[in-house]
Protein backbone atom coordinates (compact mmCIF):
# COMPACT_ATOMS: atom_id res chain seq x y z
CA UNK A 1 0.00 0.00 0.00
CA UNK A 2 1.48 3.47 -1.20
CA UNK A 3 2.74 5.73 1.90
CA UNK A 4 -0.18 8.64 0.11
CA UNK A 5 -2.93 5.95 0.89
CA UNK A 6 -2.21 5.04 4.04
CA UNK A 7 -2.27 8.82 5.13
CA UNK A 8 -5.94 9.15 3.28
CA UNK A 9 -6.58 5.98 5.43
CA UNK A 10 -5.66 8.24 8.54
CA UNK A 11 -7.04 11.25 7.38
CA UNK A 12 -10.22 9.52 7.15
CA UNK A 13 -10.34 7.83 10.38
CA UNK A 14 -9.22 10.84 12.10
CA UNK A 15 -12.07 12.89 11.16
CA UNK A 16 -14.22 11.37 14.19
CA UNK A 17 -12.22 12.01 16.31
CA UNK A 18 -11.21 15.69 15.00
CA UNK A 19 -14.54 16.22 14.87
CA UNK A 20 -15.43 15.46 18.66
CA UNK A 21 -12.53 17.21 18.93
CA UNK A 22 -14.11 20.38 17.50
CA UNK A 23 -17.37 20.08 19.09
CA UNK A 24 -15.42 19.95 22.58
CA UNK A 25 -13.50 22.77 22.07
CA UNK A 26 -16.54 24.60 21.96
CA UNK A 27 -16.83 23.51 25.42
CA UNK A 28 -13.72 25.48 26.76
CA UNK A 29 -13.75 29.68 27.50
CA UNK A 30 -10.14 29.62 26.49
CA UNK A 31 -7.73 27.06 25.23
CA UNK A 32 -6.68 24.42 27.78
CA UNK A 33 -3.34 22.89 26.06
CA UNK A 34 -3.22 20.16 28.76
CA UNK A 35 -6.57 18.79 28.19
CA UNK A 36 -6.09 18.84 24.58
CA UNK A 37 -3.22 16.73 24.48
CA UNK A 38 -5.38 14.40 27.10
CA UNK A 39 -7.67 14.07 24.66
CA UNK A 40 -5.37 13.74 22.09
CA UNK A 41 -3.82 11.06 23.77
CA UNK A 42 -6.83 8.71 24.14
CA UNK A 43 -7.73 9.27 20.58
CA UNK A 44 -4.41 8.85 19.20
CA UNK A 45 -3.63 5.83 21.55
CA UNK A 46 -7.16 3.94 20.62
CA UNK A 47 -6.60 4.82 16.59
CA UNK A 48 -3.25 3.36 17.10
CA UNK A 49 -4.41 0.51 18.88
CA UNK A 50 -7.49 -0.36 17.34
CA UNK A 51 -5.97 -1.44 13.90
CA UNK A 52 -3.78 -3.60 15.67
CA UNK A 53 -6.62 -5.65 16.71
CA UNK A 54 -8.45 -5.70 14.04
CA UNK A 55 -5.50 -7.04 11.63
CA UNK A 56 -4.97 -9.50 14.17
CA UNK A 57 -8.00 -11.01 14.28
CA UNK A 58 -7.81 -10.56 10.20
CA UNK A 59 -4.85 -12.50 10.08
CA UNK A 60 -6.61 -15.35 11.92
CA UNK A 61 -9.38 -15.63 9.84
CA UNK A 62 -7.17 -15.15 6.41
CA UNK A 63 -7.31 -18.78 5.57
CA UNK A 64 -11.11 -18.54 5.34
CA UNK A 65 -11.30 -15.36 3.52
CA UNK A 66 -8.29 -15.94 0.87
CA UNK A 67 -9.97 -15.60 -2.47
CA UNK A 68 -12.66 -13.11 -1.23
CA UNK A 69 -10.02 -10.15 0.65
CA UNK A 70 -10.43 -7.38 -2.09
CA UNK A 71 -14.27 -7.67 -1.85
CA UNK A 72 -13.95 -7.64 1.69
CA UNK A 73 -11.29 -4.88 2.18
CA UNK A 74 -14.27 -3.13 0.02
CA UNK A 75 -17.32 -3.82 1.65
CA UNK A 76 -15.65 -2.73 4.85
CA UNK A 77 -14.33 0.64 3.39
CA UNK A 78 -17.69 0.99 1.83
CA UNK A 79 -19.39 0.14 5.11
CA UNK A 80 -17.05 2.59 7.10
CA UNK A 81 -17.40 5.49 5.00
CA UNK A 82 -21.26 4.97 4.41
CA UNK A 83 -22.02 5.15 8.13
CA UNK A 84 -19.51 7.92 8.87
CA UNK A 85 -21.67 10.13 5.84
CA UNK A 86 -25.07 8.92 6.91
CA UNK A 87 -23.97 9.59 11.05
CA UNK A 88 -22.97 13.59 9.59
CA UNK A 89 -26.57 13.57 7.51
CA UNK A 90 -28.51 12.42 10.83
CA UNK A 91 -26.17 14.86 13.05
CA UNK A 92 -28.59 16.74 15.45
CA UNK A 93 -26.95 19.75 17.36
CA UNK A 94 -26.35 18.82 20.83
CA UNK A 95 -28.66 21.02 23.52
CA UNK A 96 -27.86 20.60 27.50
CA UNK A 97 -25.15 18.65 27.51
CA UNK A 98 -23.40 19.29 30.71
CA UNK A 99 -21.28 16.31 30.87
CA UNK A 100 -17.57 17.35 30.64
CA UNK A 101 -16.01 15.57 27.56
CA UNK A 102 -12.36 16.10 28.81
CA UNK A 103 -13.02 13.55 31.83
CA UNK A 104 -11.22 10.56 31.83
CA UNK A 105 -14.52 8.17 31.81
CA UNK A 106 -15.96 10.60 29.08
CA UNK A 107 -12.57 10.17 27.07
CA UNK A 108 -11.99 6.21 27.21
CA UNK A 109 -15.91 6.24 26.06
CA UNK A 110 -15.34 8.87 23.29
CA UNK A 111 -12.06 7.46 22.26
CA UNK A 112 -13.53 3.30 21.94
CA UNK A 113 -16.48 5.20 20.23
CA UNK A 114 -14.24 6.81 16.99
CA UNK A 115 -12.04 4.45 17.12
CA UNK A 116 -13.90 1.47 16.18
CA UNK A 117 -14.02 2.33 12.70
CA UNK A 118 -10.54 1.59 12.49
CA UNK A 119 -10.67 -1.55 14.07
CA UNK A 120 -12.36 -2.35 10.42
CA UNK A 121 -9.83 -0.92 8.96
CA UNK A 122 -6.87 -3.29 10.74
CA UNK A 123 -9.41 -6.48 9.21
CA UNK A 124 -9.05 -4.56 5.84
CA UNK A 125 -5.22 -4.32 5.96
CA UNK A 126 -4.62 -7.92 7.02
CA UNK A 127 -6.65 -9.34 4.14
CA UNK A 128 -4.71 -7.14 1.82
CA UNK A 129 -1.20 -8.40 3.26
CA UNK A 130 -0.17 -4.66 4.18
CA UNK A 131 2.19 -4.48 7.18
CA UNK A 132 0.60 -2.82 10.34
CA UNK A 133 3.30 -1.07 11.59
CA UNK A 134 4.35 2.28 9.41
CA UNK A 135 -0.26 2.84 9.14
CA UNK A 136 -0.83 1.85 12.64
CA UNK A 137 1.93 4.65 13.37
CA UNK A 138 0.42 7.35 10.73
CA UNK A 139 -3.67 6.63 11.74
CA UNK A 140 -2.05 7.44 15.43
CA UNK A 141 0.07 10.63 14.82
CA UNK A 142 -2.37 11.91 12.72
CA UNK A 143 -5.79 11.63 15.07
CA UNK A 144 -3.33 12.66 17.84
CA UNK A 145 -2.26 15.93 15.59
CA UNK A 146 -5.85 16.39 14.25
CA UNK A 147 -7.57 16.18 17.54
CA UNK A 148 -5.10 18.91 19.43
CA UNK A 149 -5.81 21.21 16.46
CA UNK A 150 -10.19 20.56 16.20
CA UNK A 151 -9.31 21.57 20.21
CA UNK A 152 -8.04 24.31 19.36
CA UNK A 153 -10.53 25.68 16.54
CA UNK A 154 -13.52 24.77 18.65
CA UNK A 155 -12.45 27.09 21.37
CA UNK A 156 -12.78 29.99 18.32
CA UNK A 157 -15.93 28.73 17.58
CA UNK A 158 -16.15 25.72 15.43
CA UNK A 159 -19.15 24.08 15.43
CA UNK A 160 -20.00 24.92 11.84
CA UNK A 161 -17.83 22.10 10.25
CA UNK A 162 -18.36 19.38 12.26
CA UNK A 163 -20.87 17.47 9.46
CA UNK A 164 -18.26 18.80 6.56
CA UNK A 165 -15.88 16.86 7.96
CA UNK A 166 -17.74 13.43 8.86
CA UNK A 167 -18.54 13.58 5.22
CA UNK A 168 -15.46 14.29 3.89
CA UNK A 169 -13.46 11.23 6.00
CA UNK A 170 -16.12 8.71 4.51
CA UNK A 171 -15.78 9.95 0.91
CA UNK A 172 -12.12 9.31 1.57
CA UNK A 173 -12.69 5.95 2.97
CA UNK A 174 -15.17 4.89 0.13
CA UNK A 175 -12.79 6.35 -2.34
CA UNK A 176 -9.52 3.70 -1.05
CA UNK A 177 -12.33 0.93 -1.32
CA UNK A 178 -13.30 1.68 -4.65
CA UNK A 179 -9.37 1.74 -5.57
CA UNK A 180 -9.03 -1.57 -3.91
CA UNK A 181 -11.75 -3.40 -5.70
CA UNK A 182 -11.12 -2.14 -9.24
CA UNK A 183 -7.36 -2.35 -9.40
Not at 60 to 79: Q, R
Not at 130 to 154: D, E, H, K, Y
Amino acid sequence: MLSVEIFLIALGLAMDAFAVSIVSGATMKKLEIRKAFKMALFFGGFQTFMPVIGWLAGIGMKSFIYGWDHWIAFGLLMFVGGKMIYEAAAMEEEQGDKSCPFDTGALFMLAVATSIDALAVGVTFSVLNVSIILPVLVIGLVTFALSVAGVRIGVRGGHLFEKKIEIFGGLILIAIGLKILLV
